[in-house]
């Protein structure tokens, strides 16, 4: 048939099914795959690195390949070779950073990662002086993240339709966030053999797969309960089964997925914050402290390597603090005129 009639005509459909097969072919490339200035096998040992030495999680993995390709690309626009990088090319790169409106903490970010590729190529004898040793980095300032009041979250759970078994998954799945402290990342891997309710923690493997305890309030206790009854009607898929929460198709629940939900029901509580899964971490810090928690156990609980990550939210209960004296201190209050 189609000898005789030639070749047959294309529809539509075929071309864009064809368009949406090759984004998702470049899509599933890593950013190292892309790569043209720096060696690609140097780059390979890297990644290497980064997974067995530092152990970095698959999410950090991708967060420093990413930022690597930036800088790859610099290097192939301006044809320099990345063993013989000066000082000046670094200040350059952040230079053009700047231009395309990336914020400091961005540019502090892409930076740190550009010197710890220069680090290992120290450690490998790829090179025999670090150029990063003198490169400056921007002034990131004092960043106070968003913070939701114990009233916003509670209006927030109000609006979960409990009636349907994901309403009761998300239910439990923002109350863990926000008594836990947990990271999206976190919650979403948290499994069966690593969950002791009745001791009252969980076992969390955070950053570089480091391991902590983490209480759970009795609300999380309760709620997570609940959802063990439903959670019998998600036929989970092989391989998924000791995962906590899941999908309604029986897969683990995906970080893109609880940053959906969460920001549709902050809508739908009349919330205009700007808020994601870490907001409800970082109000758990905040809380913590403005109720006289030991910044130690704050950091222990969040699971931050430095203190100083901690720190943040000291910042955040001063500003709390001036708030209230500006609101309740007799100085402040305006006298009614009669």
Same mark, same amino acid.
């Given at each position: 048939?189609?000898g005789?009639?030639?070749?047959?005509?294309?529809?539509?459909?075929y071309?864009?099914?064809?368009?949406i097969?090759f984004?998702?072919?470049?899509a599933?490339?890593?950013?190292?795959?892309r790569c043209?200035?720096?060696?690609?096998?140097?780059?390979r040992?890297?990644?290497q690195?980064?997974?067995?030495?530092?152990?970095?999680?698959?999410?950090?993995?991708?967060?420093?390949?990413?930022d690597?390709?930036?800088y790859d690309?610099?290097?192939?626009?301006?044809?320099?070779?990345?063993r013989?990088?000066?000082?000046?090319?670094?200040?350059?790169f952040a230079?053009? @950073?700047?231009? =395309?409106d990336? &914020? $400091?903490?961005?540019?502090?970010r892409?930076l740190?990662? +550009?010197?710890?590729?220069?680090?290992f190529l120290?450690?490998e004898?790829?090179?025999e002086?670090?150029?990063?040793?003198?490169?400056?980095?921007p002034?990131?300032g004092v960043?106070?993240?968003?913070?939701?009041?114990l009233?916003?979250i509670?209006?927030?759970?109000?609006?979960?339709?409990?009636?349907h078994?994901?309403?009761?998954?998300d239910?439990?799945?923002?109350?863990?966030?926000?008594s836990?402290?947990?990271?999206v990342?976190? @919650?979403?891997? =948290?499994t069966? &053999? $690593?969950?002791f309710l009745?001791?009252?923690?969980?076992? +969390?493997?955070g950053?570089g797969?480091?391991?902590?305890?983490v209480?759970?309030?009795?609300?999380?206790?309760?709620d997570?309960?609940?959802?063990?009854?439903?959670?019998q009607?998600?036929?989970?898929?092989?391989?998924?089964?000791?995962?906590?929460f899941?999908?309604?198709?029986?897969?683990?629940?995906?970080?893109?997925?609880?940053?959906?939900?969460i920001?549709?029901?902050?809508t739908?509580a009349?919330?205009?914050?700007?808020?994601?899964?870490?907001?409800?971490?970082? &109000?758990?810090?905040?809380?913590?402290?403005?109720?006289g928690a030991n910044?130690?156990?704050?950091?222990?609980?969040?699971?931050?390597?430095s203190?100083?990550?901690?720190?943040i939210?000291?910042h955040?209960?001063?500003?709390?603090?001036?708030?209230e004296i500006?609101?309740?201190?007799?100085?402040n209050?305006?006298?009614d005129?009669?």
């Amino acid at each position: 048939m189609r000898g005789e009639l030639g070749e047959m005509p294309r529809s539509p459909l075929y071309f864009l099914q064809v368009k949406i097969y090759f984004c998702n072919f470049v899509a599933m490339k890593k950013p190292i795959d892309r790569c043209t200035a720096i060696a690609k096998p140097v780059l390979r040992r890297y990644v290497q690195y980064l997974k067995l030495e530092k152990h970095f999680s698959d999410n950090t993995l991708d967060a420093y390949q990413r930022d690597l390709l930036r800088y790859d690309q610099y290097l192939a626009v301006e044809g320099v070779d990345f063993r013989e990088v000066a000082v000046t090319h670094l200040d350059n790169f952040a230079a053009t @950073l700047l231009d =395309q409106d990336v &914020s $400091n903490k961005t540019i502090s970010r892409i930076l740190s990662g +550009v010197k710890s590729f220069y680090h290992f190529l120290i450690i490998e004898k790829e090179i025999e002086n670090d150029p990063t040793e003198l490169m400056a980095s921007p002034k990131r300032g004092v960043y106070l993240p968003t913070v939701l009041t114990l009233e916003e979250i509670n209006r927030m759970e109000s609006v979960i339709d409990l009636s349907h078994e994901e309403g009761v998954r998300d239910h439990a799945i923002i109350e863990t966030l926000y008594s836990c402290g947990l990271r999206v990342s976190e @919650l979403c891997e =948290q499994t069966f &053999s $690593n969950l002791f309710l009745e001791e009252g923690y969980m076992r +969390v493997f955070g950053k570089g797969s480091k391991e902590r305890l983490v209480p759970i309030s009795q609300s999380a206790i309760d709620d997570l309960r609940r959802w063990f009854v439903v959670r019998q009607k998600f036929d989970a898929k092989p391989g998924q089964e000791d995962y906590v929460f899941l999908t309604k198709r029986g897969n683990r629940m995906s970080r893109i997925t609880v940053f959906h939900n969460i920001k549709q029901y902050a809508t739908l509580a009349g919330i205009e914050k700007n808020i994601s899964p870490h907001t409800l971490r970082h &109000s758990f810090a905040t809380h913590l402290i403005q109720g006289g928690a030991n910044l130690r156990a704050v950091q222990a609980m969040l699971g931050h390597e430095s203190i100083s990550t901690t720190e943040i939210y000291l910042h955040l209960d001063r500003q709390h603090l001036r708030e209230e004296i500006l609101t309740c201190h007799p100085r402040n209050i305006k006298k009614d005129n009669h």
